[in-house]
């Protein structure tokens, strides 16, 4: 009789006890719902102490899973690390997951919050995760610690929002959804156009009609091919898309910038310039000769411009072949024929 009633105190105690952290669970749960509720943009903020309450005073396995963004307000004016734009993207993460996740029946709901974590208010924290260096985003799920979390790769932030839903998904069985971003142009914003477009339709065939319009202006044309040749043969299109800086610090002293770089297989952005200057002064002397010197009636005048031109097209075209010498170790020089 007395192990019968050990044993139905013992159930009890376990059923009291199994009771117990179920509500304690759900009351995490509850209270990170309704601050994610409150925050505009769906992220929690984070400190040392609702790191303790939410993270390391908790039991695993946890029944939800924290995607922290570790942020630095004093480091917001650094360009090269992005904060504030990785920050808005993680944001509107957020925002898409809640969205595409609020249905209580869903089974990501009440799966995964979203929180950061500011330097000056959290080192503590930032030592606990071992976070040295920025930017990070960790995701601590239910069974780790948050020294056994996983580290977002600083490559994949170039996709920004994109990359931050492929890597909780591929960490976590959770659905993420489609990312809403917002439209350029609000409702609002796009309705004032469309009025300021009919507006405008009878005015602009007004002057279509009348050919007072800025394609109608053949100087606009002139300066628009001018531009396009210039472009062209500076290499402009290679500096953007290899990302060529302008000039460079030379290596022997720093205080000195290096424009020409020796070496066939870089070329710096003041190397492009020079030489699409050079060729944009070679074409425009050859049209200004064969467009506008032949009108000209005075042959003195003819001769002495058409001896001007071809001397500063030859300067022009030697400094260029010097340059293209220079950089690949290559001679371009005159071929005369055997014969003469």
């Given at each position: 009789m007395a192990l019968r009633l050990s044993l139905l105190i013992a159930v009890f105690s376990l059923t009291?006890?199994?009771?117990?952290?179920?509500?304690?669970?759900?009351?995490?749960?509850?209270?990170?719902l309704a601050?994610?509720?409150?925050?505009?943009?769906g992220v929690i903020h984070l400190d040392d102490r609702s790191v303790s309450r939410f993270l390391t005073s908790v039991k695993t396995p946890r029944p939800y899973s924290l995607l922290v963004f570790f942020d630095a307000t004093q480091l917001h004016d650094k360009a090269e690390l992005?904060?504030?734009?990785?920050?808005?993207?993680f944001s509107l993460f957020a925002k898409s997951f809640i969205t595409n996740n609020q249905d209580p029946d869903s089974?990501?709901?009440?799966?995964?919050?979203?929180?950061?974590?500011e330097f000056k208010e959290s080192q503590s924290?930032?030592?606990?995760?071992?976070?040295?260096?920025l930017p990070h985003i960790k995701l601590i799920g239910?069974?780790?610690?948050?020294?056994?979390?996983?580290?977002?790769?600083?490559?994949?932030?170039s996709r920004l929002a994109e990359s931050m839903s492929h890597f909780v998904e591929s960490k976590t069985n959770l659905v993420v959804g489609p990312i809403h971003r917002p439209p350029f142009l609000s409702k609002k914003q796009?309705?004032?156009?469309?009025?300021?477009?009919?507006?405008?339709?009878?005015?602009?065939?007004?002057?279509?009609?009348?050919?007072?319009?800025l394609l109608h202006d053949p100087k606009l044309?002139?300066?628009?091919s001018v531009f396009v040749y210039f472009f062209s043969v500076s290499g402009a299109m290679h500096n953007i898309i290899r990302k060529m800086p302008m000039f460079l610090a030379d290596r022997n002293n720093p205080n000195k910038l290096v424009f020409f770089y020796q070496g066939s297989g870089m070329q710096l952005g003041a190397e492009g310039f020079a030489i699409g200057f050079l060729y944009t002064i070679v074409g425009l002397l050859l049209a200004f000769v064969t467009r506008v010197l032949v009108k000209v009636k005075n042959v003195n005048v003819q001769r002495a411009v058409m001896i001007v031109s071809l001397f500063v097209s030859f300067w022009a075209v030697k400094k260029v072949v010097y340059l293209d010498n220079w950089k690949t170790g290559y001679g371009i020089h005159g071929f005369w024929p055997s014969s003469w």
């Open positions: 009291l006890f199994s009771g117990s952290v179920r509500s304690s669970d759900s009351d995490l749960v509850s209270e990170l601050l994610q509720s409150h925050s505009k943009s992005q904060l504030k734009t990785l920050h808005a993207e089974s990501s709901y009440g799966k995964l919050f979203f929180c950061d974590l924290s930032f030592t606990l995760f071992g976070v040295n260096s239910p069974n780790q610690t948050p020294k056994q979390s996983d580290q977002m790769d600083q490559g994949d932030f796009l309705a004032l156009v469309i009025v300021g477009i009919l507006i405008w339709i009878p005015f602009a065939v007004k002057k279509i009609v009348m050919g007072e319009t044309w002139l300066a628009g």
